[in-house]
């Protein structure tokens, strides 16, 4: 158990739609970073949060948004969703903790 | 900027013999390096990592890499395959010291051979 819990962990919905990827940290973790690990695209680092603030974006779509709330949980928000956006989306702490990845939410887009 | 090549998307290896996964990576300063297992319809699991010190890292498993910044590699090695090793592998940079994004390779998939 990494400690770091993701919500829910399996999602199945429709193209068009919209959904929420919920990641809570350890307690103390200031920084959270979200991970896309897609077949296409293999695994790709799409955003970065601290302390409540984006710090650093990668590969991020303008469909998909993040933020990072005062109890530090997180959330990541796809929305017209696309059948490429079928993924395993992970969170985690700052790297030198990278053992504490997330279990990931397994999303399916049909 | 950083980048990790990881050789062969494929390796297969017989059970009892020797792995080794290669990883070579590129990064303008000095690098945290990373070797993460995912077993089938599993998240990441971190296998080791390398910080600083000792340029040979023990993880779990009975895995170990070497961190060769000359030739900059950190290749991963088991001395005698289990059958539960099958998995896909990923070696992983960062910057170190900094709060800054992991660069994934693409993985490589190992089976064993009965």
């Known amino acids: 158990d990494s400690g770091v819990t993701q919500t829910p962990k399996h999602l199945i919905t429709a193209t068009g739609q919209r959904v929420t990827l919920r990641c809570s940290p350890r307690s103390g973790d200031l920084s959270v970073y979200w991970y896309q690990q897609s077949l296409d695209q293999g695994l790709q680092f799409l955003i970065q949060y601290y302390n409540g603030e984006e710090r650093a974006k990668g590969n991020i779509l303008e469909r998909f948004s993040a933020q990072q709330f005062p109890d530090l949980h997180s959330e990541l928000n796809l929305s017209s969703l696309e059948l490429g956006d079928s993924a395993l989306y992970f969170c985690?702490?700052?790297?030198?903790?990278?053992?504490?990845f997330g279990p990931g939410t397994r999303l399916t887009v049909l | 900027a950083q980048s990790v090549t990881q050789l062969g998307s494929h390796v297969s290896v017989s059970e009892g013999a020797l792995v080794l996964l290669r990883c070579n990576y590129s990064?303008?300063?000095?690098?945290?390096l990373f070797w993460y297992v995912q077993y089938p319809n599993q998240g990441l699991q971190l296998l080791l990592k390398?910080?600083?010190?000792?340029?040979l890292v023990k993880g779990i498993n009975g895995f170990e890499a070497e961190f060769k910044k000359s030739e900059t590699s950190f290749h991963l090695t088991k001395p005698s395959a289990h059958m539960s090793d099958a998995a896909e592998y990923f070696c992983a940079v960062s910057p170190m010291n900094r709060d800054d994004k992991i660069i994934f390779g693409k993985g490589t998939r190992l089976h064993i051979l009965p």
């Open positions: 985690a702490p700052t790297p030198a903790d990278t053992q504490y």
């Open positions: 990064s303008s300063v000095p690098p945290y």
């Open positions: 390398y910080t600083t010190g000792a340029t």
